[in-house]
T-cell receptor, first 112, second 111 residues
Framework: EAQVTQNPRYLITVTGKKLTVTCSQN?????MSWYRQDPGLGLRQIYY???????DKGDVPEGYKVSRKEKRNFPLILESPSPNQTSLYFC???????????FGPGTRLTVL | QQPVQSPQAVILREGEDAVINCSSS?????VHWYRQKHGEAPVFLMI?????EQKGHDKISASFNEKKQQSSLYLTASQLSYSGTYFC????????????FGTGTRLKVLA
C-alpha cells in the first residue's frame, strides 16, 4: 500500500531534550516536506527536500533540522525543543515539486 | 504571504451549494486544493495548472483565474462527507520549491 508513515504519532517531552520524528514514504517520491499546523495559522512549511542530499528551508525553519540521506526517509530533528514548538506535524511527499502531496498521519508534539 | 481564503467558515444543509475562494497577493503558477477532516491529514482534491483551467471531481469543481490571482472551489449539492477544512496551496514564488497553504475554510454540512 502506497503510504507515508510517521513516528511517533504522539510525543510529550520536556524543553531541551533532543528528539527526532521519522518520516518514510514507499512511493519513490523525490519531493518531501515537513509542515506544522497550529490553530489559526494553518499549515506552514518547515523544510523541504528536492531529492537525496538536497534540502532547503520553508517558511518556519528556526529550531528544526532535517536530513535526506535516503530517498524514502526524511527525519525532522529538534535539537533543543521549546514550548513554542508544541504543534501538530505532518510529513508529505510528492513525485515532483508542484505535484499532488501525500500526507502522513501526523505527529502531535507537546513540549513542556 | 499566505493566500487568503474566504469565507473563513460556512455551514450548509445537505444538498446546498458552496463556493470557497482563494486569493493571492502574488502571482499564482498553479493552485492545489486539499480537504482535511477533523483529526486527519489533508487529502488532495485537485490541481489547476493553467490560468482559466477548470476541473471537476465528483460534485466538486474548481476554477483558476491567473490574471486575478484567484481560484475558487465549487461544492455542488453538498453531502455530509464534505465537512472539513479546505485549503488552497501553491508554490510560494517562482523559482523556488517552497510550498504555501492558504488560510483555510471550515465547512460543516448538516443533515
Amino acid at each position: 500500500e502506497a503510504q507515508v508513515t510517521q513516528n511517533p504519532r504522539y510525543l510529550i517531552t520536556v524543553t531541551g531534550k533532543k528528539l527526532t520524528v521519522t518520516c518514510s514514504q514507499n512511493m519513490n517520491h523525490e519531493y518531501m516536506s515537513w509542515y506544522r499546523q497550529d490553530p489559526g495559522l494553518g499549515l506552514r512549511q518547515i523544510y523541504y527536500s528536492m531529492n537525496v542530499e538536497v534540502t532547503d528551508k520553508g517558511d518556519v525553519p528556526e529550531g528544526y533540522k532535517v536530513s535526506r540521506k535516503e530517498k524514502r526517509n526524511f527525519p525532522l530533528i529538534l535539537e533543543s525543543p521549546s514550548p513554542n514548538q508544541t504543534s501538530l506535524y505532518f510529513c508529505a511527499s510528492s513525485l515532483l515539486a508542484g505535484a499532488e502531496q501525500f500526507f502522513g498521519p501526523g505527529t502531535r508534539l507537546t513540549v513542556l | 504571504q499566505q493566500p487568503v481564503q474566504s469565507p473563513q467558515a460556512v455551514i450548509l444543509r445537505e444538498g446546498e451549494d458552496a463556493v470557497i475562494n482563494c486569493s493571492s497577493s502574488k502571482a499564482l503558477y498553479s493552485v492545489h486544493w486539499y480537504r482535511q477532516k477533523h483529526g486527519e491529514a489533508p487529502v488532495f482534491l485537485m490541481i489547476l495548472l493553467k490560468g482559466g483551467e477548470q476541473k471537476g471531481h465528483d460534485k466538486i469543481s474548481a476554477s483558476f483565474n491567473e490574471k486575478k490571482q484567484q481560484s475558487s472551489l465549487y461544492l455542488t449539492a453538498s453531502q455530509l462527507s464534505y465537512s472539513g477544512t479546505y485549503f488552497c496551496g501553491t508554490e510560494s514564488s517562482s523559482g523556488t520549491y517552497k510550498y504555501i497553504f492558504g488560510t483555510g475554510t471550515r465547512l460543516k454540512v448538516l443533515a
